[in-house]
Each structure stands twice: as structure tokens, then as C-alpha cells.
């Protein structure tokens, strides 16, 4: 049901950057240099210029903005040599993104049960929370600088769609999980993003309770599809993904030119 380019265009939505650039099909996106998919180009769209006349105008851009320059590429990237245009430009490998959708439209055992449990622990708060303060949680457990965290609030201060902001506590009431998840409701959709567990917590459950609240909180929005986006280098949250039921549908990866 999904195109590569109809989920590129929703997760861009969904993580805003602060000021973008739309050029012969591209989409040039700046943000202060906080994340590679707010201060990337975005290459899902239709390419007719020469490659070389793009790629300087690119590489201007960025450095007059004085941000290293990040190319997100795809299968459906175009033109469909530019992968390989790129590589013999300099441009290497920085990551890969596994993007992965959940069918909502299958009420399973696990989905219920995770209703039962956050309606029956509101108050502990995995529930929609106050943007602020859950900027400040979100600051101390990802550890992020103050520059990073300013970047981090404008990027989100422009998302308009319903938006639950997730926290999660340990036993002695401290918030030790964030995470957010964005509802489009034309296209029935959500996209689980910025999750994080504070390092000391880590391996204790509370990524996975956290996720599951949130994928209540879509349902009960309306969603029939979920889909978040994960490091391929992240080996424990890839098998926790994939007991909840989430399935690859693509990878994106990211393009740099190194100094």
C-alpha cells in the first residue's frame, strides 16, 4: 500500500526541519545540524538537472550554513545513478535506517493487553505529556547539548498533527523514558520517533512498555499503520521491534563527504 515516497513525505511531516529548500525535485532541509533527517537532501523526488550542476548548488548551500552536507538516499532515490554519481564524487557511507510498519488493523493479544496496562497506569505517566516539561526529561536522558536542545524544540515546535508526548518511570517515580508519536489523520497513519531510555535504565523493559503505550495512544487515535525508523546498528532495539510486530519495508541511508 505504501510507496517508499509516500512514507519519505509522511515521516518529513513528522520531524520538521526549520527551514527547507525545494530544488529540480529535491528537498533541501536544514535544522541547525540537530539529526541527519532535518539537515539532509531528500532525494525521493523527480531529478532533471546535470548531477554535477545539482551537487555544487547542494554543497553551497549547506556550507553557507556552515552544516556538513548528508545526502538521504533510498531505492527510490532519483536519478537512480546518483548513489553511485555520489561515491565517485568522495561521498561514503554514514548509516543505515531500517523503516518499518506496523498493521494496526490486527487487533492481537499483545496490543490489547498493553491497552489494559496503560489505561491502568496513567498515572505513572505513560500518557500525553506537557511538550515542556518532556523537553527538559528529554534533554537529560538523551544528554544532548543545549545548542542540540534548541534545535530539538524548534524542530518539534513545528508539528502540527495530534502528537503524544510519552514518558515512562522507574519504581521510585522517576522519568527515565521519552518518546513520541505523531498521528496524520488523512492518511490514517502514525510514526513513533525519539525514543530513548536513560542509560542507567536501560535493559530493565521500560523501551518496550514505552513503545507499546504508544502504539496504544495511535490506535486509539485512529491508526492503522505505524511506522518508526531504526538504526541498523542498533542490536537490541531491532529484535524488540520485531516481537511487537513490526516488518522491514525499506532502508534509507545517509551519504557524507568526509573533511
Not at 510507496?3 to 533541501?28: F, H, K, P, Q, V
Not at 557511507?93 to 493487553?113: A, C, E, G, K
Not at 517515580?173 to 502514525?190: L, R
Request: net charge negative; aromatic share 12%.
Amino acid at each position: 500500500m505504501w510507496s517508499i515516497a509516500d512514507l519519505e513525505r509522511i515521516s518529513l511531516s513528522m520531524w520538521n526541519a526549520t527551514e527547507e529548500i525545494e530544488y529540480d525535485g529535491w528537498i533541501l532541509r536544514f535544522a541547525g545540524g540537530y539529526t541527519g533527517r532535518a539537515n539532509s537532501v531528500q532525494t525521493y523526488g523527480g531529478s532533471s538537472l546535470p548531477l554535477p550542476q545539482k551537487l555544487a548548488y547542494c554543497e553551497a548551500m549547506y556550507a553557507e550554513r556552515n552544516i556538513p552536507i548528508l545526502f538521504k538516499m533510498t531505492s527510490a532515490s532519483q536519478p537512480h545513478n546518483l548513489d553511485a554519481f555520489l561515491k565517485s564524487q568522495g561521498y561514503i557511507l554514514r548509516n543505515t535506517t531500517s523503516v518499518q510498519l506496523l498493521d494496526m488493523t490486527q487487533d492481537t493479544q499483545r496490543i490489547d493487553d498493553a491497552f489494559t496496562f496503560w489505561v491502568g497506569n496513567a498515572q505513572d505517566g505513560i500518557f500525553p505529556h506537557d511538550i515542556a516539561k518532556w523537553m527538559e526529561h528529554a534533554q537529560r536522558i538523551k544528554q544532548i547539548s543545549a545548542k542540540e536542545d534548541a534545535s530539538h524544540q524548534a524542530i518539534l515546535a513545528r508539528l502540527a498533527m495530534p502528537t503524544c508526548y510519552g514518558i515512562i518511570r522507574d519504581t521510585s517515580g522517576d522519568v527515565v523514558g521519552v518518546g513520541i508519536c505523531a498521528y496524520d489523520p488523512h492518511e490514517k497513519i502514525g510514526g513513533i520517533f525519539d525514543i530513548a531510555v536513560h542509560p542507567d535504565s536501560r535493559r530493565a523493559g521500560y523501551g518496550r512498555k514505552l513503545t507499546e503505550s504508544l502504539l496504544v495512544w495511535g490506535r486509539m487515535q485512529g491508526a492503522q499503520t505505524i511506522f518508526l525508523q531504526v538504526d541498523m546498528s542498533n542490536e537490541k532495539a531491532l529484535p524488540l521491534y520485531a516481537s511487537l510486530g513490526f516488518t522491514e519495508k525499506y532502508r534509507y541511508w545517509y551519504l557524507h563527504k568526509p573533511d
